[in-house]
C-alpha cells in the first residue's frame, strides 16, 4: 500500500476526532510532567479567591457609605472613607498578583508545548516528510508560533475568568438574594408575590444576553480560521521573496511577485473584512448590556425603596451585585472573539499534532513498505534489493545492489529526475518508504553535502561547526579548515554578530564551507550530492584532490555530472532510468582498460601539475623583478 493511500486513510479517521482535542492531549502533559503548573494551577485559584473576598468588601462598603449619606452620618463616612483605601490596595495588588501569576503559566506551557511539538516535527526529518504527505499542516512555522501563542495564552485565560465568573455569580447571587428578598404588587386586585426576583432578573436578562450572542456570533469559528490561514500564507510568500531576493532580482521578477503577493494581500483583506462584520455584531450586543445593565437593578427595587422597604444603600449593594452577576454569566459576551479565535489557533495546532500522529502511525503500519536499515562489519554503504518509492507509491530506484569500501570513491550518475537525489536521502535516513535494506558501517559517522549547503542564523563559527557547536572546535582546526578550502580571507570575521551569511557568501563560498566542515567533523561516510556544482572546475578539481589526499580512508558516494569528477572517484555507478524504476549500472573498468589508463594518467598529470604550480608559488621572484 502506498503512503498516501495509508496517510489518507489515517487522516479521515483522525478528523473524525476534534483536533482541537488532539491540541489538548499534547497540552496536558504540561502538568503530567511539570511541578510548576500545579504550583501555578493552585496560586490562579487562590488569588481569585482572595480577590473575591475583597469585592464582597467593597460590596459591603458600597452599601454602608450610601446608608451612610442617606442618614447624614458625617462620622460614619469619614470612617468609611478611610477604610476604603485598605480594601482598593488590597484589591489592585491581589488583581496584579494574579496577572503575574496567569501570565508566567502561559509563558511556561507554551515554552513547554512548542518545544515538546517542534521536536517531534524536527525528529527523523519529518519536518522535511511532511511536505510530502496529505493533510492539513501547511505552514507550520506560524502553527508553531502565532497559532501556539494564541492556543496556550486563551485557555488560562478563559479558566481564570471561568473560575472567577463562577465564584462571583455564587456569591454575589447571594447577595441578592438576601438584600433583595421577595417583591410584592397588586395585580386586578391581588395581591402578587415574587421571591427572589432580583435573582430571577439577572439570571433572566443574562440568558437573553448570552443567547444572543451565541446566535449572532454562531459564524466566527471558521471566519477566524480562514483569516488565521491567510495570513499564515501571506507571510510565508513574504519569507519566500527575502530568501530568494537574488534570484527574483537577477530574473526581473518583481512584477509577478507583486501580482502574487497582491493576491494573497487580497485574500487577508477579505478575510478581516468578514472578522469585522462579526466583531460590529457582537460589539453591537456587548455595548447594548453595557449601557442596559446598570440601569436594570435599580428600576427594578425603585417600587421597594419608594415603599421605605429598602434602604439606599441596600438599593446601591444590589444594583452592584447585580452587575457583577450579570458580568460573570455574561463572561462569554466579551470573550467569544477570543474564544473563536481560540478555537480556530488550537485547531491548527492539533492538525499539525494529527499529521506527526499520521506518520508515526505510517512507520508502524504494516501495509506500507519501509526501507530496512542496519549495521554492518564488512563494508562502509551496502544497499541490498533496495526499491525507494516516492509517497504516492510510483517506484523510484528498483532493485539497487552495491558496496562501498572504506576508503573508496564512487561516483554515481545518470540523467536529471532519474531519482539520485531521492536515492542520496534513502541513504541518509529522511526518505524511509520502500523495500530492501541499507546497511552502514557500525559506529560510522555519516556526513551530507547538499547542492545548496544550509547556513544557519549567527556567526559564522557558527556556520562552520554545523551542526555541532562551535564550542566543540578548536580555534586551529578552524583556520585550518577555512584556510584548506580557500576561505582564510573569512577568518578575521568569525565571530561578527547580526550578518546574514547565507547572503554575503556566494553559492561556491557556501560550498567551499560546506567542505571546512567535512574536514573539521572527519566523517567516515561522506555523501555528496553535486556538493561542487557552484565552484569552477580548477576550484573542485583542488578541493577534491586536497580532500582525497587528506583523508583517503573517508568512504565517497558523490552525485554529480561533470566528467572531470570522473578522475577523483575509483568507480562510476549509472542510475538508469527504466519502466518500473531506474536501476543502478556499475560501469566497470576492468572491462575497458584504455579508458582506466587514461583516467589515471589524467589524474597523475593533474597532479604534477598541481605540484609544479605549488613550487612556482613558493619560489622567490629575482631581484628588480616586476
Known sequence: MDVRSAAGDLDEAAKQKSQARLFWRSGRGFW?????????????????????????????????????????????????????????LGSIVTAIIIVYVRMRMQRRWRGWLT????????????????????????????????????????????????????????????????????????????????????????????????????????SFVPVAAAKNQSEAEFRYALTRVRE?????????????????????????????QKMAAQYMRTT???????????????????????????????????????????????????????LAEWTASARRVGSLVQSLDNMDAIEKDDRVGLIKRTETDDVAIRLRNLQVNLSDGTVVVDDADIDVKPGEKILLAGESG???????????????????????????KLFMMPQRPYIPIGTLRRAAAYPESPDSLEEKDLHEALEFVGLAHAAERLDEEDVVWSNVLS???QQRLSFARLLLHKPDIVVMDESTSALDTKSQNELLTRLNERMPDMALISVGHRAELEMFHDRKVNLVRKRGGAQLEDEDKADDMPIARGIDMLRKLWQRAEKAQSKAEKKPEPSGAK
Not at 501547511?138 to 475568568?161: I, Q, S
Not at 421605605?308 to 460573570?328: D, H, K, N, P, R
Not at 535516513?429 to 552502514?440: F, K, V
Open 284 to 338: 453591537g450586543v456587548s455595548h447594548a448590556n453595557f449601557i442596559i445593565a446598570s440601569v436594570i437593578p435599580v428600576i427594578l427595587c425603585s417600587p421597594k425603596y419608594l415603599a421605605g422597604t429598602m434602604s439606599l444603600g441596600e438599593v446601591m449593594q444590589a444594583a452592584a451585585a447585580f452587575i457583577q452577576v450579570q458580568y460573570a454569566f455574561n463572561w462569554i459576551v466579551d470573550n467569544y472573539p477570543k
Open 115 to 218: 518545544q515538546n511539538i517542534t521536536n517531534r516535527w524536527l525528529n527523523g526529518g519529518r519536518y522535511f516528510q511532511l511536505n510530502f504527505m496529505p493533510g492539513d499542516h501547511e505552514n507550520p512555522e506560524h502553527r508553531l508560533t502565532e497559532d501556539m501563542r494564541v492556543a496556550t495564552e486563551a485557555p488560562v485565560d478563559f479558566a481564570t475568568g471561568i473560575l472567577t465568573a463562577f465564584l462571583t455569580a455564587t456569591t454575589f447571587i447571594g447577595v441578592l438574594y438576601f438584600v433583595g428578598g421577595s417583591l410584592e404588587f397588586d395585580w386586578g386586585g391581588s395581591k402578587v408575590t415574587i421571591p427572589a426576583f432580583l435573582v430571577i432578573a439577572v439570571v433572566a436578562y443574562c440568558a437573553i444576553v448570552s443567547g444572543s450572542m451565541t446566535i449572532i456570533a454562531r
Open 32 to 88: 503530567r510532567e511539570t511541578q510548576v503548573a500545579w504550583w501555578l494551577t493552585g496560586g490562579i485559584v487562590l488569588f481569585v479567591l482572595v480577590q473575591l473576598w475583597f469585592q464582597y468588601k467593597l460590596n459591603l462598603w458600597n452599601r454602608s457609605i450610601f446608608d451612610a449619606l442617606e442618614k447624614k452620618d458625617g462620622g460614619a463616612v469619614w470612617s468609611l472613607a478611610l477604610s476604603f483605601g485598605p480594601l482598593a
Open 418 to 444: 532519474s531519482g539520485k537525489s531521492t536515492l542520496v536521502r534513502a541513504i541518509a535516513g529522511l526518505w524511509p518508504w520502500g523495500s530492501g535494506e541499507i546497511a552502514l558501517k557500525r559506529d560510522a
Open 244 to 272: 530568494n531576493g537574488e534570484s527574483i532580482a537577477i530574473l526581473g521578477g518583481e512584477e509577478e511577485e507583486k501580482a502574487g503577493l497582491n493576491k494573497l494581500l487580497s485574500r487577508v483583506v477579505v478575510a478581516w
Open 507 to 509: 553559492g561556491g563560498e
